[in-house]
C-alpha cells in the first residue's frame, strides 16, 4: 500500500512538472523583446557566445537588488561595476540574455543574466535617423524690420534676426540611445517682395550709426517703387548629432526653415513747396 502510494506521488509529480515546462516554455516565447544579435556580436559584447545561435539581450530595468519592490532576483546594479566609464564605445549594462538556433522560430530559453556591452548590440544610430530628428529640431527665426510697418521709396529698409548662430537641443531618443544634435545657421535669404539677398550674417537693428548708404553692417533693401510688399526669410542650416556622449558626426545635407512674413507698406514721397515766409 505504501509502494503505490509512492508510484503514484511520483506519477502527480511528473505530471505537474511536465505541466510547468510547457507553460515556461510558453513564456519565454512571449518575454523576449529585447535586441536579437548573432552570437559573433553577443560574444563581443563580453558574453560567452555559442556558435549556431542567436541571442536576444533585455537591459534591466532596475538599479540595486535593495530597490527592486519585486524582490526580483535578477536585479542588480544596471552599471557593471569595474569596466571603463560610459563613451562612445564603452556601455556596460547588466542584461538578461535569451538565446535559440539561429534562423528558426525555436523558443527563447534564458540563459542568464550577462555584463554586456550595448556599444557594442545596440541599434546604430545612422546620419539619416539623426538628420530625420534635425530636421524636426529647426528653429523657426523670428525677425525686425525697420522701418516695421511704413517706409519711403528708395529709403533702405533693415532687417535683421537672432544673432546666434549655434543652436543645442536636448538628448533625443532614438533606437533607444541619447542622441544630442546641434545646428549651425550659414546663410539667410532675404526676399523682399520678389527681389532677393543672401547673406551669410544675420544682420543687426539699427543703431544709430548709420551715415551713409549702404550702412556697413546692415542687411538692407530700398525698394524702388510703392506698394505693399512682403518681407520673408528662409535660413539654411547644418547640422552634427553627438550619440551618447561620443564624437559629433556631420549630418548629411542641409534644412531650411521659413519665417512668418512681415507686410511692408511702401509710400512715394511727394515735394510741396512752401512759402517760408508765410
Keep these: 500500500m505504501r509502494r503505490g502510494s509512492v508510484l503514484l506521488a511520483l506519477l502527480l509529480m511528473f505530471s505537474l512538472q511536465g505541466h510547468a515546462n510547457a507553460d ?13 544579435i548573432s552570437s559573433e556580436v ?29 524582490g526580483d532576483p535578477r536585479c542588480q546594479e ?7 566609464p560610459d563613451d562612445a564605445e564603452n556601455q556596460w549594462r547588466y542584461a538578461q540574455v535569451e538565446r535559440r538556433l ?11 543574466t550577462s555584463c554586456l556591452n550595448f556599444a557594442l548590440i545596440a541599434p546604430q544610430v545612422t546620419p539619416e535617423m539623426a ?5 524636426q529640431l529647426l528653429p523657426v527665426l523670428a525677425f ?8 519711403v521709396v528708395n529709403l533702405p529698409v533693415i532687417v535683421y534676426t ?14 533607444g540611445q541619447a542622441v544630442l544634435i546641434r545646428t549651425t545657421a550659414t546663410t539667410y535669404e532675404w526676399d523682399f517682395g520678389g527681389a532677393h539677398l543672401t547673406t551669410d550674417w544675420p544682420g543687426r537693428a539699427f543703431a544709430n550709426d548709420c551715415n551713409r548708404v549702404p550702412c556697413d553692417g546692415y542687411v538692407s533693401y530700398p525698394f524702388p517703387g510703392p506698394g505693399v510688399f512682403d518681407i520673408g526669410l528662409t535660413v539654411t542650416w547644418v547640422g552634427e548629432f553627438s550619440v551618447s556622449g561620443g564624437p559629433w558626426q556631420e549630418i548629411p545635407g ?25
Excluded at 515556461?24 to 536579437?36: A, K, M, Q
Excluded at 538628420?131 to 530636421?135: H, N, Q, S, T, V
Aim: some cysteine; glycine content about 12%.
Design 131 to 135: 538628420r530625420a530628428e534635425f530636421l
Design 102 to 112: 539561429a534562423g528558426s522560430d525555436d523558443p527563447w530559453r534564458i540563459v542568464g
Design 24 to 36: 515556461v516554455e510558453g513564456e519565454l516565447n512571449e518575454t523576449s523583446n529585447g535586441i536579437v
Design 254 to 278: 542641409v534644412g531650411t526653415t521659413n519665417s512668418p512674413a512681415q507686410p511692408v507698406t511702401v509710400l512715394e514721397a511727394n515735394a510741396v513747396l512752401t512759402d517760408p515766409y508765410d
Design 144 to 151: 525686425g524690420v525697420q522701418p516695421a510697418a511704413n517706409s
Design 162 to 175: 537672432d544673432a546666434t548662430r549655434e543652436f543645442g537641443f536636448p538628448p533625443v531618443d532614438i533606437v
Design 78 to 84: 544596471a552599471q557593471c561595476p569595474g569596466n571603463p
Design 42 to 70: 553577443y560574444g563581443a559584447a563580453g558574453g560567452g557566445a555559442s556558435s549556431g545561435y542567436e541571442y536576444s539581450v533585455t537591459q534591466l530595468p532596475c538599479t540595486f537588488r535593495s530597490e527592486d519592490a519585486e
